[in-house]
Structures are given as C-alpha cells and as structure tokens.
C-alpha cells in the first residue's frame, strides 16, 4: 500500500503561482505513474497531469502551457508548478499513485482569486 502527502495548496489571486507537492511512501513499484486530479464544486474530479517513472508526461488541454509537472524518483515526490492561475482553476487538487494499485492523497485546496 502507498501513502500520498499533499501540500502547498492555498490562496493566489489570478496570475500568481502556487506549487503542489505530493510524497508517497510505503510499498513503491519502481514502474508508476504519479499525477494531480483536480475536483471543483459541482463538477466531476478530472485529470489535470500525470507524469511516468520513466519521465513521459500528460496535461490536460486546460492547463498546458501554464502548469508543468516533474518528479524525483529517489524522493519519491512529485511536484506541480502552476504558473498563471485563473480563477477556474479553484478546486480540490488531489494527488494519486497508480501501478497496479492506485492510491489517492487527502486533497489540497487551491483557491484563485479574479
């Protein structure tokens, strides 16, 4: 089993930045995917980037350009620097672990302000 700790969430007002950082622990595959899921009020939870243990990445349309997502296998850590927020990116962001089994961090919140 994987434990997920998420922190760095909090309040920005649109245009600023916040980084999300998520460090697993417990029983790590060495071959995993890592990645933040985001879930606003009213709205179904959705994939925001995940990024591979061997560095392969994925965002969604929403957020390119603007967020970026890196790792350190050693750590065990995966980072999420958000760049140029809007207030639509106000959500619960969650982090998550995946190999066969998946795991989900508690959530952070993220609040931009317009």
């Known amino acids: 089993q994987v434990q997920l700790v998420e922190s760095g969430g909090g309040l920005v007002q649109a245009g600023g930045s916040l980084r999300l950082s998520c460090a697993a622990s417990g029983s790590i595959s060495s071959r995993n995917t890592m990645g933040w899921y985001r879930q606003a009020p009213g709205k179904q939870r959705e994939l925001v980037a995940r990024?591979?243990?061997?560095?392969?990445?994925t965002y969604a349309d929403s957020v390119k350009g603007r967020f970026n997502i890196s790792r350190d296998n050693a750590k065990n850590t995966v980072l999420l620097q958000m760049n140029s927020l809007k207030p639509e990116d106000t959500a619960v962001y969650y982090c998550?672990?995946?190999?066969?089994?998946?795991?989900w961090g508690q959530g952070t919140q993220v609040t931009v302000s317009s």
């Open positions: 998550y672990y995946v190999d066969i089994f998946s795991s």
């Open positions: 990024i591979t243990s061997g560095g392969s990445t």
